[in-house]
């Protein structure tokens, strides 16, 4: 059936995202998810994600762009899809190694045409309280909201993700298609996305607006900037027991340092 | 009460107080602790220091309630519980956290508050275990051994603010609870420390005094 997620997907192997960390555990990364729209602990997405429809789903792509349009989640696919190797970093201080399956962002932006006002790409999670009973809580302000400026969204690195360790998402990994920010806090890769805005004016996103302190817009991996209540000099790797030390943009500085030139990382954590 | 009662309902008490560490163990042996293991032992070895030190705080109102005061003779047991799990807590942030580095122990202690408290209530803890023996109690005078004791409430106080602080905003709820439950059980002692102060006919809880003070448990 289209709505199983065990499907494997046809897709390319991209030798240059190949680290040498190695992938964690499938089991570990399908258990142990930040998915508040399906409950507030690590195991309840994958406890209550499972009534999640996702097919057919749709992905609406407008705002300032030349061609606005609505994507069907086929479709995207069979634009070719590569595999990724990227680590992942959460801002609670865990880390894991994900072989994403997906196509860079930068093949979406090419065929919407940005106009020069593309300020901003803003993405909007689905917040549907018949697949998602969590969502009619006011934990969060919904539907979940994250954004990027928009060179962020056109950087190489930047990935619509649909599927993983070789077949498509589990819907508590955001599935269908979910982003995939790997020098980013993960809270910043939006899970089940139905649309993404090109907008002119930043967005105020979910997280930054319930901690504005705690979660700032950029969330870049930076060791040196403390959260509010914890470090984030080190991490653990799902299924290890002594902590790493975390690396400036979570080991992708070479790629992106670049955009961040002349900018105070203290203020714009 | 009887002798023999005490005896059993203290050897069930213990009993029943080392099962959250046997499932524990058992969760470790069987590989079920989770994708996060370290996560999984922090959590839960805190959150059992908490429910025994909300046990041991309920003693004496159970106490009061019920007029059954041999409840009193379990509260040490409690409170020594309440600092092994604790202690477990302290361990696993040491090893798991720190690799058992001084230095970056000390470091994170002055630098995170919720750490620090979280110390703090540790360290307030340890004279208390230290002195929960009968010959403390002879040492020190039954007074002044209540007056040390009394340091719980401070612990508990700090104890919950560790736990709301280290929460995200959207898993509040439950520190709030334990933070409410906290609050009750300290607002009876304020209540039946003011009944005490009116000179009243006597009650049973004047009773409960006297009887505390010629067996000091």
Known sequence: SPNDTAQPLPYRRNPAWDPDDKPTPFDAVSSYNNFYEFGPDKDSPKANAQSLRISPWTVTVDGEIARPQTFDIDEIIRWGLEERIYRLRCVEGWSAVIPWLGLPMSELIRRVQPTSKAKYAVFTSLADPAQMPRVRLPVLDWPYTEALRIDEAANPLTLLAVGMYGNRLPRQNGAPIRLVVPWKYGFKSAKSIVRIHFAEQAPRTTWNKAAPHEYGFYANVNPDVAHRRWSQESERRLGEFRKRPTLPYNGYAEQVAHLYAGMDLRRNY | ?217
């Open chain 2, 1 to 217: 009460m009887h002798q023999q009662i005490i005896t059993t309902a203290r050897a069930l008490v213990f009993f029943a107080s080392t099962l959250p560490l046997a499932w524990l163990a058992w969760l470790a042996a069987s590989d079920a602790l989770g994708a996060n293991p370290v996560e999984t032992v922090q959590r839960y070895t805190g959150l059992w220091t908490l429910n025994f030190l909300l046990l041991t705080l309920s003693v004496s109102p159970l106490r009061a309630i019920t007029s059954q005061h041999w409840l009193l003779r379990l509260r040490r047991m409690l409170g020594l519980f309440t600092f092994t799990y604790a202690c477990l807590h302290l361990l696993s942030f040491v090893g798991f956290d720190h690799d058992f580095s001084a230095q970056a122990i000390a470091r994170d202690i002055l630098k995170r508050p919720f750490i620090s408290i979280g110390f703090a209530a540790f360290a307030l803890l340890v004279p208390l275990a230290l002195t929960s023996n009968a010959w403390a109690v002879r040492r020190l005078g039954g007074k002044r051994w209540q007056e040390l004791h009394r340091s719980i409430y401070l612990i508990a106080i700090l104890a919950c603010l560790h736990f709301l602080w280290l929460s995200k905003i959207t898993e509040i709820a439950q520190p709030l609870a334990y933070a409410v439950l906290t609050g009750l059980l300290l607002w009876w002692r304020v209540q039946n420390r003011k009944q005490r102060a009116i000179p009243a006919p006597r009650t049973t809880q004047v009773q409960a005094v006297k009887f505390f003070r010629k067996r000091p448990d």
